[in-house]
């Protein structure tokens, strides 16, 4: 059975930073491209970063500089470290693995960048 937990999420003050983290259970996480997804209100859901097994990343233009993806196969857990979060990086961040089809999606995390 396949579980995505995501955690770390909250309320920031622009200009701040947050360690976004998921857990993988039931699934073969360690050969899979894991990718952090959010989507903010009204808005389709987006991927903002990606990470291969070997740790090549992918960042869409808006993170870039800002966000970091990092992965840990031993405890099938990728992570998310945002830092200077702007007001427009609010959604709710998910994880999940990148090719289709895609895991069963977790519940999510908030971000709340305040201005």
């Known amino acids: 059975q396949v579980q995505l937990v995501e955690s770390g999420g909250g309320l920031v003050q622009a200009g701040g930073s947050l360690r976004l983290s998921c857990a993988a259970s039931?699934?073969?996480?360690?050969?899979?491209?894991m990718g952090w997804y959010r989507q903010a209100p009204g808005k389709q859901r987006e991927v903002v970063a990606h990470?291969?097994?070997?740790?090549?990343?992918y960042y869409v233009d808006s993170v870039k500089g800002r966000f970091t993806i990092s992965r840990d196969n031993a405890k099938n857990t990728v992570y998310l470290q945002m830092n200077s979060l702007k007001p427009e990086d609010t959604a709710v961040y998910y994880c999940?693995?990148?090719?289709?089809?895609?895991?069963?999606w977790g519940q999510g995390t908030q971000v709340t960048v305040s201005s």
């Open positions: 039931g699934v073969i996480f360690s050969g899979n491209i």
């Open positions: 990470i291969t097994s070997s740790g090549l990343t």
């Open positions: 999940n693995k990148l090719n289709w089809p895609s895991w069963d």
